[in-house]
């Protein structure tokens, strides 16, 4: 590990806003977001990939921010919970379908739940209520409200 | 209120800022000028430091401080909680040159960023002297007390009734099994996470606490601080489960690292650290010895527990207060003893004796159904208690037995067939159907509820209680609408605040129960205060403008049964002021029974369970949406409990080896599919006038026991050690 004083420059959009930072290239995105934006919305669960608290999308896609460098994501577009929008402003439909079957009790994983839902259904990975818990299988809730998720994710998916 | 009012919106209130990542946990912040530290830790199982180099640490640009030992007058002793103080366990790190466990923290950096405090951790170079040390309980070197010489405390002598020993030897049927349940961590999504900074003298605390007062009187009297200057906000917790119960010990070192650097300094534990931090559900061994009558009638119980704890603090045992008053059993004898190790000090975690106790006992039930021919839903209805066994006081409710007999149907328990193995599945899967009940103390602390109504037609509830996804901020919600016919979005609740009225650990399932009557009872006096009397729903800002108040403010506290005023002196000064489950008159527990399916499947020999029914008698359902979701969350665990959980240590190395969520795997979407729930929903109206009991715990409580049995009924194998593995069922 280096112990240089050396940054280097990050140029992105997150929730649709210009960022510019200088960095240190070991920065997360997840700390990035978190430390120097911000946005704590993201949640850090384990720092290693495991629980899926902090996923956010790049570019449309689910990714686990802690473990992608910063510096990666130069040009692209970053969403995270607070950038998650309906068509009318106002809740995105999956945030509603949580709210209506209560597919949360502490919430800390909810963001990454709520990320990781809307990329599983923009997937297509909606097919089965099996294939739903496949895919959303990144994402653990100690409180075990996996019903309620599947739930939440059946009803927008079958909505849109 | 009458019938034709619109339904109340019984969701979760505090759903919104939790789907919107609005809810501010314990690190959602930062503040200028924030640092950040982090911790080095023990890499040997027990020993001391001879030298400690932070040279390299140091020399890492952005690092403010490497701090590897505090001053005894920097860090005074804060006490474990179980011994009369506020904290995880009696030692506190960095506090001399012990290593007392692998994973202890022996140093801690303080850094502008995070990389600079993560980079210069690791470059920490100490040298130890190691000693011997044992991990198991069955270790040489691990050492065996007698709970009840150890603690003399009244509460924990063990439960003698009549001559057990006797009974059993007399008794026809006789069945003898061990019940080994692992050790196990609670690892809660939200890591044990604080941001601390100070204002002149005041300390300001954010963490992730289910007890606000213990961090506060306990930095108070580590810091030699007037409780007074510290205040502790812990709004939204990312999850508790008793891990997070008392004061945990990174809070001291980052508070006095704060005042030297006169900046705020955040601390998030790193996953694999929280696993040595923080407390774990011990190791135990369950001896159990059931005699019965060949009609299945209990003679006798005898549940002898040999349950783990540290070297350096007792952490007291209590299987035998339910396994002692599932059934009507005239003998009874238990038998706690306490085996020290050398690792921190473990602690409560969900249901954190009942569900180790109730695989014992619930397994060894199992077997006797199975001996006896006797169904296992008859075997339980056929004894089922009238009153409490060991004290013989009436029970304030308790409605196991319709919630065997509505699980049974709801289940479909009588198209079980009986014999092993009989039951196979069109894929070629084993199919198991497997029945426990459990139960869970019914504890009590005080409370003290403030509300304030405004003329805008807002309440403000502030409540001694935390938030960590039971749901307690709708149970308070949905009361004070229900009362004052006020929609429950203008109610607005305040817990984990020690800003506004005391706030005692909220655990051991004593939340909701605790608070709602403080809050019924200071929605008595504001309808005392503004002279309303009519049961039906109040026009607040007339009845304001009324009285010439724009702004009313009142406040009342409850007591459990049989606790004396001075009680609140106790909730004032941080202290635990726990009651039950045995009260003068009664003897309070919740109830549950779960019928699960389990499938084993033909080549993998995977266990999968796919329906789950659950019936719980948790007096009456004040959230019945956020309640739903606590027993299905408790069926989750058990299913983690029995299939997964186990943290897992060796004896060349010391410690916890699994120290991830990728090695210490708890159950995923994929591993739960049907879970359904129903509440018995009867008032239990001689524990409060809100007529609640408990129901965090209670739903996890029986659920590994019904898995164990499922199995059995699937395999004809008895399970004797949790976690099962696929090797038990090869």
Redesign the interface.
């Known amino acids: 590990m280096s112990t240089k004083d050396s940054t280097v420059g990050l140029a992105c959009t997150v929730n649709g806003q210009a960022v510019q930072l200088e960095l240190d290239p070991r920065e997360s995105l997840l700390d990035v977001l978190r430390e120097r934006l911000a946005l704590t919305g993201t949640k850090k669960g384990c720092d290693q990939g495991h629980c899926g608290a902090c996923t956010v999308h790049v570019d449309g896609r689910r990714v686990v921010s802690c473990l992608t460098p910063a510096i990666q994501v130069t040009g692209q577009d970053v969403t995270t919970i607070e950038g998650v929008v309906g068509q009318d402003g106002g809740l995105h439909p999956l945030q509603q379908a949580f709210i209506d079957n209560d597919a949360l009790q502490c919430g800390y994983c909810t963001p990454g739940q709520i990320m990781s839902g809307i990329a599983c259904i923009a997937e297509g990975h909606t097919g089965t209520d099996d294939e739903i818990r496949e895919y959303l299988s990144g994402n653990i809730c100690r409180c075990g409200a996996y019903v309620g998720i599947v739930a939440a994710v059946r009803q927008t998916a079958d909505g849109a | 209120m009458t019938v034709t009012d619109p339904p109340i919106d019984t ?2 209130v ?12 314990g ?4 503040p200028d000028g ?1 640092a ?1 530290a982090t911790f080095a830790t023990a890499r040997i199982g027990k020993g001391r430091i001879t030298r400690i180099d932070t040279s390299a640490a140091e ?4 690092v403010q401080l490497v701090i590897t030992r505090f001053e005894p007058d920097e860090l005074h002793d804060v006490g474990f909680i179980m011994a009369g103080g506020y904290a995880i366990q009696s030692l506190q790190p960095l506090r001399d040159d012990r290593v007392a466990y692998r994973g202890q923290p022996i140093a801690m950096v303080v850094a502008d ?4 405090a993560t ?1 210069a951790a ?1 470059l920490i170079e100490p040298e130890y002297e190691p000693e011997p040390f044992a991990v198991k309980i069955d270790a040489e070197g691990a050492n065996t007390l007698v709970q009840e010489q150890a603690i003399p405390l009244p509460f924990l002598a063990d439960i003698k009734l009549g001559d057990a020993d006797a009974a059993f030897k007399a008794s026809p049927v006789r069945i003898t099994g061990t019940y080994e349940h692992a050790a196990q961590h ?6 044990n996470a604080s941001v601390v900074r100070w204002e002149g003298d005041k300390l300001i605390v954010n963490d992730s606490t289910q007890n606000a007062n213990a961090v506060r009187f306990g930095l108070a009297t580590q810091l030699g601080l007037d409780p007074a200057d510290v205040e502790v906000t812990s709004p ?6 008793g891990q997070k119960n008392s004061m945990h010990l990174h809070l001291g070192p980052i508070a006095v690292a704060s005042r030297r650097l006169k900046r705020p300094v955040k601390m ?1 534990l ?2 694999p650290q929280t696993f040595h931090t923080g407390s774990f559900r011990p190791n135990t061994v369950h001896t159990v010895r059931l005699g019965a009558d060949e009609n299945g009638t209990l003679r006798s119980i005898i549940h002898e527990i040999d349950a783990q704890t540290s070297r350096h603090d007792l952490f007291p045992n209590l299987s035998t207060e339910v396994s002692s008053r599932l059934y009507a059993v005239p003998a009874f004898r238990g038998r706690h003893r306490l085996v020290q190790t050398d690792v921190q000090t473990p602690g409560y975690m969900r249901a954190p004796h009942e569900s180790p106790a109730m695989f014992a006992i619930e397994s060894a039930m199992d077997e006797l159904a199975h001996l006896t021919g006797i169904d296992p839903v008859e075997l339980r209805l056929a004894n089922d208690a009238a009153v409490d066994p060991v004290t013989g006081l009436p029970f304030s409710s308790r409605h196991l037995a319709e919630c065997l007999r509505r699980g049974a149907a709801t289940f479909g328990w009588e198209k079980r067939n009986p014999v092993p193995g009989s039951m196979v599945a069109e894929d070629g899967s084993i199919i198991g159907w497997g029945v426990a009940a459990g139960c869970y103390p019914g504890n009590i602390v005080p409370a003290i509820a403030r509300l304030t109504a405004t003329e805008d037609g807002t309440i403000t509830v502030a409540v001694g209680g935390h938030e ?4 307690i901020r709708s149970a308070v919600a949905l009361l004070v609408s229900r009362d004052l016919g006020v929609p429950v979005n203008r109610v607005i609740v305040q817990v984990g605040d020690t800003t506004t009225v005391p706030q005692h650990l909220t655990a051991g399932s004593w939340g909701t129960a605790a608070a709602l009557p403080a809050v019924q009872a200071a929605v008595d006096e504001l309808r005392k205060a503004l002279d309303v009397t009519d049961p039906d729903e109040v026009d607040l800002p007339a009845a304001l403008h009324a009285k010439g108040k724009p702004v009313l403010t009142v406040e009342a506290s409850t007591l459990g049964p049989g606790q004396a005023p001075p009680i609140l002196d106790r909730l004032r000064s941080g202290g635990l002021a726990i009651g039950g489950p045995v009260y003068p008159e009664f003897v309070t527990f919740s109830w549950i029974a779960h019928f699960v399916e389990v499938r084993i499947e033909p080549t993998t020999r995977r266990i999968r369970v796919p329906r789950v029914v659950s019936v719980a008698d948790c007096g009456r359902v004040a959230s019945p ?2 309640a ?3 027993v ?6 058990g299913i983690g409990a029995a299939l997964r959980e186990e943290s897992d240590v060796d004896d060349r190395f010391g410690g916890f080896l699994n120290t ?3 090695e210490y795997p ?5 591993d ?4 359904e729930v129903d509440f018995i929903d009867e008032p239990d109206l001689l524990l409060n006038p809100v007529g609640v009991k408990g129901v965090g715990e209670v739903s996890m409580v029986g659920v590994a026991a019904a898995i164990a049995n499922a199995v059995f009924h699937a395999t004809g194998r008895r399970m004797h050690r949790l976690p099962i593995r696929l090797e038990d069922v090869l």
């Open positions: 969701r979760r505090d759903a919104y800022e939790k789907v919107t990542g609005q809810a501010r946990y690190a959602d912040r930062v924030l950040y020399a890492v640009p952005g960023n995070l990389v600079a980079e690791l609670a690892v809660p999504m939200e890591p939204y917790i990312g999850g508790g489960f998030v790193p996953r960590m996804g039971q749901g949406v956020t739903a979701s606590q299905r969350g408790g069926v989750v665990w991830t969520l990728e708890v159950p995923v979407n994929a739960i599919h049907q879970i």
